[in-house]
């Protein structure tokens, strides 16, 4: 990162492009409205393929806009994960399974999860192709799902983007959709980005961000009943019981290390907060990770924003009794950077401020609460707000069961995805995997953001037929249905045969 301007100009999206974008967007959704599933399949993968044909354009324009490595990071990590996705999603659009089609013969009720028409995609910083607006894991389930989307293009990675939109617009010439399944509208003011989730026309948002933005989107689109699903902070703590230290404190500190420093702190699932009961080991680990901090580099920040805000959060932190271990200051490295920073605090402190002491630093930092005893140990988990992920680190011949017994059940309660001995950096897309939690992690416990097919119900509408004659219901709410591989609840039983009469 050179801390140069990118010297190419895009446009800020103006409300009369942005309101013709939702109408030939609704103009889509009618058009596609009754397609099966591999109309939307076979989008999906032509879509994966024409980025893997753009493999280098994407790497090294990501790179020069992110400063994120292009190998491993981009190229062989988050480019492949990106692709797999949406060929994941394509699947689950063929399969169907997840349109849920339930029948209850005898009061003749049938219903299925369909599509709920436009979806307006803001995707974030840190991933730029991941939770790209117009290639990640929020536009791959509308896809799947069957909505067009107007995707946001983030500013801190525009041209990424911008090569992204003309691969998924190649992919539509290639399999015959609708021109308007896909848009990309540019920066926006904040009055047109509340104007454009709260719309008439639009179905639905997901936005991943900052938690003041997507507050105020939230607010605009809660006051006209329109669904937006947002993923906004986490700090993801994580308590490292005493007998854990007592069996591998140094390999606990190399794996909280890695953890924490990847990617220079900025992912989502940082573990930001750790948890120690004080003593003389809980000492020793703490010393342990500000060597091995000390010895790291500095990775680069994504620009001056992050960094900016990166300061303010330990400033905030040190302001309210957390005391610098390590670190503490911009720079030291090469373009926007800081510090590789620890923050302790005493658990007494943390007690009586533990709604400012959990302000997140997004960026290669982490905050050390000492608690005094377990009691302390568990009033922290109590005051804990929602996050994405929450750590126990335990001893593995059972000496921390009694502690991990308290903890978990009131940690459980406040984080959407539980790990047990392996730091939280990282989301696997896996259908049995929750990339959300309870707010201010997520605007709602219910729904996540990464696995298919469970993420594609964000949206879709739950659509109810009430005596409707057989010709009339979709296909897979017919008696015979369409498709073999598709489950369907007929009469409380799941099964992929038809209705049987008796």
Known sequence: MTKQAVTDEYPVS??????????????????????????????????????????????????????????????????????????????????????????????????????????????????????????GGDF??????????????????????????????????????????????YRTNHEDGCRLVSHPLIGATGYTGARGTGLVLKESADKAGKPIYLELSSINPVFILPGALDERLNQVADEFTTSCLMGTGQFCTKPGLVILQAGKNA????????????????????????????????????????????????????????????????????????????????GNGSLFVLAKDADQMLEIAELLEGNLTGCVYSDTNGNDDALYDRIVPTLRQRVGRLLNDRMPTGVAVSAAMNHGGPFPATGHPAFTAVGIPTSIHRFTSLQCYDNV?????????????????????????WTRSGVTTE
């Open 14 to 135: 103006e409300w009369t492009e942005i309101e013709k974008a939702l109408q030939a967007a609704v103009a889509a959704s009618e058009h596609t409205r009754g397609w099966p599933g591999d109309r939307f399949a076979n989008f999906l993968d032509k879509y994966a393929d024409c980025i893997e044909e753009r493999t280098d354009q994407l790497v090294d324009m990501a790179h020069k806009e992110t400063a994120l490595p292009s190998s491993p990071r981009l190229q062989d990590v988050e480019l492949p994960r990106t692709t797999g996705q949406l060929r994941q999603a394509a699947t689950s659009a063929r399969t169907a399974s997840w349109t849920m089609p339930t029948i209850d013969t005898k009061a003749d009720i049938r219903s299925i999860y369909g599509p709920i028409g436009p979806v307006a995609v803001f995707g974030p910083n840190n991933f730029p192709f991941a939770f790209n607006s117009i290639a």
């Open 140 to 185: 791959a389930a509308a896809i799947a799902a069957g909505n067009p989307v107007i995707a946001k293009g983030h500013s801190s990675h525009p041209g990424t983007t911008r090569l992204f939109a003309e691969a998924a617009f190649h992919a539509t010439q290639k399999t015959d959709m609708p021109p308007a399944m896909v848009q990309l509208i």
């Open 283 to 362: 000492r020793r680990f703490v010393e342990t990770a500000k060597q091995r901090f000390d010895e790291s580099p500095v990775g680069t920040l994504l620009n001056e924003s992050v960094q900016s805000h990166f300061t303010q959060s330990i400033d905030t932190l040190t302001r309210e009794g957390a005391v610098v271990v390590v670190g503490g200051n911009a720079g030291k490295g090469n373009g926007y950077c800081y510090e590789n920073t620890l923050l302790e605090v005493d658990g007494d402190t943390f007690v009586s401020k533990s709604e400012i002491l959990q302000t997140e630093a997004f």
């Open 469 to 493: 004659r057989p010709h009339r219901l979709p296909p897979l709410l017919r008696d015979k249905s369409p498709d073999d591989n598709t489950w369907r609840l007929i009469d409380g039983q």
